[in-house]
């Protein structure tokens, strides 16, 4: 029997729908490595290896690894994360869906089903990056402005539009709409992912550098390069090394009249100094829950300045509170508690 098979338990999301999930604390039992002593965010990465394993991308090898995790070891092994969906700005995500084409032409000379060049992962695509400020200063300054940029890139538009009804999977966020890694934050993250019955933590990728600020919202995910996403979009692993993590202990509170950008700046700063490049940093503590999630996005949103993969905040009351702040689903939402609570991962 397979790690996979033995780790599978069902799970009541307060939701009314049944589902099941694959159990980090039965892992644990089976004695691969005190897993509940991890920082939360690998114990992420872990669960996502446990749930694809036992296929030809990722072996229960790969899951013993990292369940046998130490924060002193040499890193010599990689990771073939899968996550869980993908976010696209126009100035790669264009060009992936123009691969993504290319591949489904091959495809049909092949004579094979086109569903073999289908996402398998949910994509959200935002037309973000082409808008210029031609008009500036009058209320119709932005419909102006976004009259522009349709007119200027209405080919790339076009082809957009026809690649949103040739494939399935991908939601496509319009010109207006706002930029990828905030909309990503207010409204495509949906706290907890679910395919074919099985609930998971909310794992992507992006082709933004700051997708990073998702991480405020405890969501593993950062920015890469185009083929990076392509790949993730047709569920194959990022591979990465197996990350350092650095715990920021968080104390106090912000005083009154010091802002998120006060706060970032000093915890930049102090970043660099220890030097985080390529690694994980994780904010735990007392203190921490006193950050609101947007404040926990803008120092989430910093990594690249500070050199670190992502700078990640475990989901908690705030996140919940800012779940249901911004709108989203009170289903969606109970299913966010209860499955982070069930996992063991609620809370920093």
Not at 37 to 46: A, G
Not at 178 to 196: F, K, M, S, T
Not at 204 to 214: A, E
């Amino acid at each position: 029997m397979s790690l996979q098979d033995t780790c599978k338990r069902p799970i009541d999301l307060k939701n009314g729908k049944p589902g099941h999930y694959y159990s980090l604390h039965a892992l644990e039992q089976q004695g691969l490595g005190k897993i509940s002593r991890q920082p939360v965010s690998l114990r992420v990465v872990l669960e996502s290896l446990l749930r694809n394993s036992g296929g030809d991308l990722v072996s229960d090898d790969n899951v013993r690894e990292l369940a046998a995790w130490q924060p002193n070891a040499p890193r010599t092994a990689e990771i073939p994360f899968i996550v869980g969906r993908v976010v696209l700005n126009c100035m790669a995500g264009i060009p992936l869906l123009g691969d993504l084409t290319a591949i489904r032409g091959e495809v049909a000379k092949r004579g094979l089903p086109l569903s073999l060049a289908e996402p398998k992962v949910p994509v959200d695509m935002v037309l973000d990056h082409t808008l210029t400020v031609d008009y500036h200063g009058t209320p119709d300054a932005a419909a102006k402005n976004n009259a522009l940029d349709i007119e200027r890139n209405a080919e790339r538009f076009r082809f957009v539009k026809w690649a949103m009804q040739a494939y399935k999977g991908i939601r496509l966020l319009p010109p207006g709409s706002g930029i990828l890694h905030q909309v990503n934050l207010e409204y495509l993250a949906p706290g907890v992912l679910e395919r074919d019955g099985a609930y998971f933590p909310d794992t992507l990728v992006g082709t933004d550098s700051h997708t990073g600020m998702i991480a405020g919202l405890g969501c593993v995910g950062w920015g890469v390069g185009g083929i990076e996403a392509e790949a993730a979009t047709l569920a194959q692993p990022v591979y990465m090394l197996t990350p350092d993590v650095v715990g920021v202990h968080v104390t106090g509170q912000l005083s009154p009249g010091v802002t998120a950008t006060d706060l970032v700046l000093h915890v930049t700063e102090l970043l660099r100094k220890h030097k985080v490049v390529g690694k994980f940093v994780e904010f735990f503590g007392e203190g921490v829950a006193s950050l609101t999630v947007p404040d926990r996005a803008t120092v989430a949103n910093m990594s690249p300045e500070y050199g670190a993969t992502i700078g990640y905040f475990p989901v908690d009351e705030q996140t919940i509170k800012y779940l249901r702040q911004t709108g989203r689903d009170e289903k969606q939402i109970a299913a966010t508690e209860a499955y982070y609570r069930a996992q063991g991962l609620f809370g920093a």
